[in-house]
């Protein structure tokens, strides 16, 4: 594993602890396994967006908040080679936050690369009503959110708020994005 996935498991450890919550009782509010909790906790297995979506849910943080004290500190300027990134190999998924971290400031950029084929669901929101702007980058993307569906294409940019499950469906080709969250 990876020193950014040890810090991640540790973090992870951290919040939970904090809260006062055994594995068995995040696991009842996240319905991901208790085998799989401690699994990513022991940073044994990177969680996937889902999990890492499921949990931001039931922590009420954004993934990015789950996130930003692995990361390096607060800096103006943060070249591309040094923005903080995610991959979840088995999904074909790579989260990368663009927008230099800070947990001071309101609005954040993120780029998802998605690859052919893939299907990415979050049962709800980490913060319910959080404000999104994506914009396509290249390829095709479906995203279903509050119940209506949108084919998204290059150039398109698709403004919402979360308020319940979302989902995330390439075709036969990848999809590039950013995500603006406000």
Known sequence: MTNLNSRLAERLKQIRAERGWSLQQLAEAS????STLSRVENAEVSPTAE?????STCYRMTISQLLAPIEAPFAPLVRKDEQSQWQDADNGFSR?????????LS???VRCDLDPHQDISYAAPSLPGHEHHLLM???RLTVNTSGEEYLLEAGDCLRYQLYGPSRFR???DAASYLIVLV
């Open 137 to 139: 980058l290249s390829g």
């Open 170 to 172: 390439t075709g036969s």
């Open 107 to 109: 609005a954040e950029v």
């Open 31 to 34: 319905g991901i396994s208790r």
């Open 96 to 104: 990368r936050v663009v927008s230099p971290p800070s947990g001071g």
């Open 51 to 55: 999990t890492l979506g499921a949990l």
